[in-house]
T-cell receptor
Framework: GAVVSQHPSRVICKSGTSVKIECRSL??????MFWYRQFPKKSLMLMAT?????????EQGVEKDKFLINHASLTLSTLTVTSAHPEDSSFYIC????????????????FGPGTRLLVL | AQKVTQAQTEISVVEKEDVTLDCVYE???????LFWYKQPPSGELVFLIR??????QNEISGRYSWNFQKSTSSFNFTITASQVVDSAVYFC?????????????FGTGTKLQVIP
């Protein structure tokens, strides 16, 4: 299988604080992970591509200083929402895929269960 | 550029009715993959199917079936004899070879409500 977990599943924080969300691939190594954001009743929008051992690639319009991504190991990527504000409240979903060296299909991303962030 | 259009925002059906969710896509890639995901109220994305651009065979899995037609760039999803547990938001998605399948483009989703 290819299981991806996220922690926490739900977080409520005060405006101005920073929140860290973890994304882990549990039974496979992932050199590439992806972070998506979903507003209520909206589609998933790719925020950034997280590459193990290098800087993340951010999509146009996503503030890299606001959304810090660290991919320090082959099974863990973290997204830190810095100085969170109410407009950052959203559902954040990560995904991971097998590395090219695995010989496994590259087109399939395995999604985590999501993290619901509410900034008061 | 990739684009996925799900024109139906919300659909309501009575239990046991059949329902078809439409998906139309655009891509310049000749090699690409199409996906359907189910998102229940809990939020988790549940993978339903993956289909590559070279395989136009329709697929049936239990009450679910998919109709892929390259000529009309459509990948429609039919639920037969719908059940209340089918109530969810369904997303169609596309990933193309250009860029190494890194970018998955999602449609805006269709919210299906099955009324008992």
């Amino acid at each position: 299988g290819a299981v991806v977990s996220q922690h926490p599943s739900r977080v409520i924080c005060k405006s101005g604080t920073s929140v860290k969300i973890e994304c882990r691939s549990l039974d496979f190594q992932a050199t590439t992970m992806f972070w998506y954001r979903q507003f209520p009743k909206k589609s998933l929008m790719l925020m950034a591509t997280s590459n193990e051992g290098s800087k993340a690639t951010y999509e146009q319009g996503v503030e890299k200083d606001k959304f810090l991504i660290n991919h320090a190991s082959l099974t863990l990527s973290t997204l830190t929402v810095t100085s969170a504000h109410p407009e950052d409240s959203s559902f954040y979903i990560c995904s991971a895929r097998h590395p090219p060296s695995s010989g496994r299909p590259q087109e399939t991303q395995y999604f985590g269960p999501g993290t619901r962030l509410l900034v008061l | 550029a990739q684009k996925v259009t799900q024109a139906q925002t919300e659909i309501s059906v009575v239990e046991k009715e059949d329902v078809t969710l439409d998906c139309v896509y655009e891509t310049r890639d000749t090699t690409y993959y199409l996906f359907w995901y189910k998102q229940p109220p809990s939020g988790e994305l549940v993978f339903l199917i993956r289909r590559n651009s070279f395989d136009e065979q329709n697929e049936i899995s239990g009450r679910y079936s998919w109709n892929f037609q390259k000529s009309t760039s459509s990948f429609n999803f039919t639920i037969t004899a719908s059940q209340v547990v089918d109530s969810a938001v369904y997303f169609c998605a596309l990933s193309g070879l250009t860029g190494g399948y890194q970018k998955v483009t999602f449609g805006t989703g269709t919210k299906l409500q099955v009324i008992p």
